[in-house]
């Protein structure tokens, strides 16, 4: 049967572009050589160097994992061989022991996502897709949000409890390489993606980027009503309302333990001054650092003897309370008396914390291990619990309505 030349140049064009994707994502024989390697390697390293791998994975049955996915090498593509690293490091369990893909390069599409209430929300879009905010993802190609959901949970990184793998399927399901790696997306990396904002029904078809910009972003944290006294940056800061007596101390990230410790001198002078009596720790949306950096602020707040000691403290935490601030919101609920305000904690009070890392040698990317054992409660939970849960919606999000916050104000009696 003969073809005309514009139906020969459509199947070459297929042909060429069916070549290509083999090329990009296919595992061709050095790599196979490349990865077993590194496979070795990381089953070498992780024994000796986590404190105690076989916590919940037995020894045989890590080993028969790495040995199967030796053997599954020359039919992977490379996005199937991340996805089966990620499944393989997320059975060990624990929520510093991770393959978390630093140094990949990965695209990822113009949205980013979280899980509110057991529905996956838009948050922060480029510019030219900030009409999507506050948008429940429904579907991607013609996989439903649920079950797209259901399979990051299986593989997702630094994913500790319920609660943090909430946080952190969202934020890797946009990256391009995971969705074809898991077969939701084809190799152009082109998809359908339906949403609904209100009663409508959006489908938009979206390109995944190397350089997306999050330009437009939807938040419910709001500490506006503070004037702030002294700030050492963006993320940790003190201030105070207009009257003094309430202090409110930013805590989203961590820094040396001598800058705190001026930050924390400056606090407890600015508390002595004014005789303040209430006092809001805001430890939400961080993912941790050195505890000790958190316990040399309270070494300096025990000092504030005009604070109410016996019910004027509050830690504000949620479900990225992670690592060490998970570890010193412990801590400053017995050394502070604080009420902590706000939900569960994306880390258990129990656990692998103190996170090392090495380098797999052929691919270059960075594999994350747990080097101590630490209790900070008596329990077994698999998260720290607030005294006061107060759930976030979207229409919080999207009214930049801070109820948790609200909640603390209104105790206080504002």
């Given at each position: ?13 297929l ?12 595992v ?70 991770s ?18 209430k ?8 480029t ?134 410790e ?9 508390i ?106 008596s ?36």
């Amino acid at each position: 049967m003969s073809i005309s030349l514009k139906e020969y140049r459509v199947k070459f064009h297929l042909l060429l572009l069916s070549m290509i994707s083999l090329h990009c994502y296919g595992v061709n024989d050095v790599e196979v050589k490349n990865w077993k390697a590194d496979l070795e390697f990381y089953a070498k390293e992780m024994p000796e160097k986590h404190i105690d791998l076989y916590h919940t994975i037995s020894k045989q049955s890590f080993n028969e994992e790495v040995t199967q996915l030796k053997s599954s090498l020359p039919s992977l593509t490379k996005n199937q061989l991340l996805i089966e690293l990620m499944r393989l490091t997320h059975k060990i369990e624990d929520g510093h022991t991770s393959f978390p893909l630093w140094g990949a390069n990965l695209k990822s599409f113009p949205i980013q996502l979280k899980m509110l209430k057991g529905d996956l929300y838009v948050i922060k879009a480029t510019k030219d897709f900030k009409h999507l905010l506050g948008a429940k993802l429904d579907k991607i190609n013609d996989m439903n949000a649920e079950e797209i959901y259901r399979l990051f949970a299986q593989i997702t990184p630094f994913s500790e409890n319920k609660y943090s793998t909430q946080v952190r399927a969202a934020q890797y399901i946009p990256k391009a390489e995971l969705l074809n790696g898991l077969g939701i997306i084809n190799d152009t990396f082109q998809a359908r993606f339906k949403f609904t904002i209100g009663k409508e029904l959006i489908e938009q078809q979206l390109e995944p980027s190397h350089s997306n910009e999050y330009t437009a972003e939807l938040t419910y944290l709001n500490n506006s009503i503070f004037s702030i006294e002294e700030k050492l940056n963006e993320n940790l800061w003190f201030g105070s309302l207009n009257d003094k007596k309430v202090v409110y101390f930013k805590f989203r990230r961590y820094t040396s333990i001598s800058k705190m410790e001026s930050l924390s001198e400056d606090l407890l002078s600015f508390i002595n001054k004014n005789k303040s009596k209430k006092l809001i720790i805001d430890l939400r949306d961080n993912y941790g650092g050195d505890f000790f950096v958190g316990l040399k602020l309270a070494q300096l707040l025990v000092l504030a003897d005009s604070i109410d000691w016996k019910s004027g403290v509050y830690v504000l935490i949620d479900n990225v309370t992670f690592s060490a601030a998970m570890s010193n919101a412990a801590q400053f609920s017995q050394l502070l008396n604080a009420q902590l305000i706000g939900e569960p904690t994306g880390a258990k009070p129990s656990g692998y914390q103190d996170m090392g890392q090495f380098i797999l040698p052929n691919s270059n990317l960075e594999v994350t291990y747990s080097k101590r054992l630490y209790h900070f409660t008596s329990d077994l939970k698999d998260a720290l619990y607030p005294d006061i849960n107060i759930e976030v919606s979207i229409d919080d999000y999207i009214s930049n309505k801070d109820p948790q916050l609200k909640w603390i104000l209104n105790d206080i009696g504002l």
